[in-house]
């Protein structure tokens, strides 16, 4: 089945300064790759999510990038504000009939120093 | 409002009971999920119903039992509760294989 890695585990950035975190995933049929983002003590909540007809998606101050080559794809926070600080999660999945079976990353604590 | 909603928020109980755990959502989707979220923050998928029939089945104990009465509700029963079964559950919904949207979680301590 799917396995999908995510590096780093904590990430501490300064104010202002970009972030990346990095995913890699085993299956090459996963044809889509979502991120969420969950504060302490909250639901993952989506911030933005590619699919593998697409190279790169950018949402403002965040851009996803996907290499299906290399079965990776990474998430990048620029100008990064003290309310970016969470645990941030990417998925993969390549769906079946009726429902996506996600697989998740192990987690980013990402921490944005001000 | 809330789209995707569960109850109880907490639920701490005694080893070997039973208990269940509710989810509603109004979002109008047709697929709904349970994921179980480890204390090392790890998520990891249980079950999927869509339109009331099971569709992701993953290896998980058989102590666990998902019902679904109608599409907008999906629950999860639990028999003889273990110590290793205290985690936060996650209910989600989803428009087929669309965005999945995730309910506030029901974080399940087992003593």
């Known amino acids: 089945g799917e396995n999908v890695e995510q590096h780093p585990s904590t990430l501490s950035v300064q104010e202002g300064d970009s972030a990346v975190i990095k995913c890699t995933y085993s299956d090459s049929a996963s044809n889509y790759f979502p991120w969420y983002k969950q504060e302490l003590g909250k639901r993952p909540q989506l911030i933005i999510d590619?699919?593998?007809?697409?190279g790169e998606k950018k949402d403002q101050r965040i851009a996803v990038t996907l290499n299906k080559t290399a079965k990776h794809f990474s998430l990048h926070i620029t100008e990064t504000q003290p309310e970016d600080s969470a645990v941030y999660f990417c998925?993969?999945?390549?769906?079946?009939?009726?429902?996506?079976?996600?697989?998740f990353g192990q987690g980013t604590r990402l921490t944005i120093n001000p | 409002d809330t789209a995707v909603s569960q109850t109880p928020k907490y639920l701490v109980t005694q080893m070997g009971n039973d208990k269940s755990i509710k989810c509603e959502q109004n979002?109008?989707?047709?697929?709904m999920y349970w994921y179980k979220q480890d204390s090392k923050k790890f998520l990891k998928i249980m079950f999927s119903?869509?339109?009331?029939?099971?569709?992701i089945n993953e290896t998980v104990p058989n102590r666990f039992s998902p019902k679904s009465p109608d599409k907008a509700h999906l629950n999860l029963h639990i028999n003889s509760l273990e110590l290793g079964d205290s985690a936060v559950y996650f209910c989600a919904s989803s428009q087929a294989t669309g965005t999945q949207y995730f309910g506030p979680g029901t974080r399940l301590t087992v003593l």
């Open positions: 979002l109008g989707h047709d697929t």
């Open positions: 119903y869509n339109n009331k029939e099971l569709i």
């Open positions: 590619i699919r593998s007809n697409v």
């Open positions: 998925a993969a999945s390549k769906g079946s009939t009726g429902a996506q079976k996600l697989v």
